[in-house]
């Protein structure tokens, strides 16, 4: 397991005034005081992720709602999938402060987490001996994981692939192998990075439903996309990242009527912002 | 002194007959060896992904030794195991010297770290690509590591082969202590030597035409795996 993080306390005000950001405070689309205490609630302060020498990531200060579709955006190699291990206590920062709700991040926010990674990493068995192993490291019994194994690969339209080896499956197919593994051990937060970047559009709008549907289960989902059509579907809010930091966070609909950073202008119009 | 042409011939006789004699040394062999490969996998696959999945301080010179240990000169472990089992030594008690036992004992020293070193590297691939998933569905250390040797299997049973092919053709530590006796600790590499110095040709060519083809065998079945694990992308 990754080293905790540090500080070891949180920051005494929980949004501390920030003269430097030019957004308002009451455009972010921040958790209510009663969300705040909800495991989906993220809340990073002063994240910073140096290495090298640079700064990958520096994120002053970020809050999502409990609840919800935080769709992320941003150029190649803006820090996205970074900003997504960073949170779900893969990678350790150099400097900064997460939690989810109350919890620090650390093994008991990442247990309740899923993170389907940008290349899908399967184990060397059958598609669905993969969704078993990682329900079978949770305890369930046998019955149970072959339900839920099979209710799974089905919602992603696997369900004739259950013991073909996952790593013959086509790039779409492991793709949706993975969230149907993510999904299995039933997250109260999934983190999906590009997760439908090599799907066809009839998988990809199949997989939209899912996230749907899922975080209205109740689950929230932080999804990494370059798709600005998909987050349009999907976004409840977006948090538009430039080279590592956060350029804006912001509700849907207003951030697509009008971004206010100019790097979120930019890529909306297919500019190149360097 | 026979020629070529005879030895051979009698070779031949002597393997298509089945010679007992010859059965009895073969059989013998292959037992031994076996016995020190699953001891060796035993010790070797776990202490493998051990090192793979558990950092610990020190890590690096305990792999460097264990690389270094695959070249260990078989005699040399003989000797080792001898001091060690020879009537005064600290194991002299359990009067195992000159017995089949004796032998598995060296040659399980000999090929343990081979099959842990081995398995180490086949090991290590597979986890730098797996670590992070891992990690984020909070796999414990205990079940990566078997999850390793299981998705490493093919990788592991070429490791297993390469340990049998060097633990069956080996000389120095089986003669050492097991003292080549008739009917008891006579095995294949140790009746050739003998037999050779002997004189009788034909049976030592006879048993190095098997042992030949033993390691001829060895090596189709790992090429003969690869190609499975490669057509199911497991490789
Ligand atoms: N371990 C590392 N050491 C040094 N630099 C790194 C490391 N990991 C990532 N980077 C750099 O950090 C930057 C952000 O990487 P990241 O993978 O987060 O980009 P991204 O926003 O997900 O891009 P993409 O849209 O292409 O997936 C990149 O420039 C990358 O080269
Ligand atoms: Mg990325």
Redesign the interface.
């Known amino acids: 397991?990754?080293e905790r993080l540090r500080p070891l306390s949180p920051p005494a005000v929980p949004h501390a005034a920030q003269p430097k950001a030019k957004q308002a405070a009451a455009d972010r689309p921040e958790p209510s005081p009663r969300d705040r205490a909800r495991p989906g609630a993220l809340r990073v302060e002063g994240l910073v992720l140096e290495a090298q020498g640079q700064r990958l990531v520096d994120i002053e200060h970020l809050a999502l709602p409990a609840g919800g579709v935080t769709m992320v955006m941003g150029l190649n190699g803006a820090g996205k999938s970074l900003f997504l291990?960073l949170i779900?206590g893969?990678i350790t920062p150099s400097h900064g402060w997460i939690s989810w709700g109350e919890v620090p991040c650390g093994?008991a926010t990442?247990?309740t987490?899923?993170?389907v990674?940008q290349k899908p990493?399967l184990?060397?068995?059958s598609a669905a001996a993969n969704v078993d192993?990682?329900l079978r490291?949770r305890g369930l019994d046998r019955a149970t994981r072959r339900d839920r194994t099979a209710e799974m690969l089905a919602r992603v339209g696997l369900e004739g692939r259950a013991r073909q080896?996952a790593?013959?499956l086509s790039g779409g197919e492991q793709q949706r192998l993975a969230l149907a593994r993510a999904l299995a051990?039933r997250p109260q937060v999934l983190l999906l990075d590009e997760a439908t970047a090599s799907l066809d559009p009839a998988s990809v709008l199949a997989i939209e439903r899912i996230v749907t549907d899922t975080a209205r289960a109740g689950t929230k989902v932080i999804f990494i996309t370059h798709d600005i059509g998909q987050a349009r579907r999907l976004a409840d809010d977006v948090a538009f990242l430039h080279r590592g930091r956060l350029a804006e966070h912001r509700p849907a609909d207003r951030f697509f009527v009008g971004p206010q950073s100019e790097s979120a202008l930019a890529y909306l119009e297919g500019r190149i912002l360097l | 002194m026979q020629d070529f042409g005879a030895a051979f011939g009698l070779a031949l006789h002597l393997i298509a007959t089945g010679d007992d004699n010859l059965l009895e040394i073969v059989v013998l062999s292959l037992k031994v060896s076996f016995s020190a490969l699953t001891l060796s996998c035993l010790i070797g696959l776990p202490l493998g992904a051990f090192l793979v999945v558990r950092p610990f301080w020190g890590r690096g010179v305990v792999v460097a030794v264990l690389n270094a240990m695959m070249g260990l000169p078989p005699v040399v472990i003989g000797l080792l195991v001898y001091l060690a089992l020879s009537r005064a030594g600290p194991m002299g008690w359990l009067g195992l010297l000159y017995t089949p036992t004796a032998m598995i004992i060296a040659q399980t020293l000999l090929i343990a770290p081979i099959v842990a070193a081995l398995a180490r590297q086949v090991l290590e691939g597979l986890y730098s690509e797996y670590d992070e998933q891992f990690r984020s569905f909070g796999i414990s250390r205990l079940r990566a590591a078997a999850a390793l040797v299981v998705d490493g299997r093919y990788g592991l049973v070429t490791v297993a082969l390469a340990g049998f092919g060097r633990a069956v053709a080996e000389v120095g530590a089986v003669i050492i202590v097991g003292g080549n006796i008739d009917h008891l600790t006579r095995v294949m590499t140790t009746a050739i030597a003998l037999e050779t110095s002997k004189g009788d040709l034909g049976m030592a060519l006879a048993l190095g035409i098997i042992l030949m083809s033993i390691a001829l065998g060895v090596n189709l079945a790992a090429g003969g795996l690869r190609s499975v694990a490669e057509r199911q992308a497991y490789a």
């Open positions: 397991m990754p291990r779900h893969l093994p990442s247990a987490q899923a993170l990674f990493v184990l060397r068995r192993f990682v490291a080896p790593r013959l051990i």
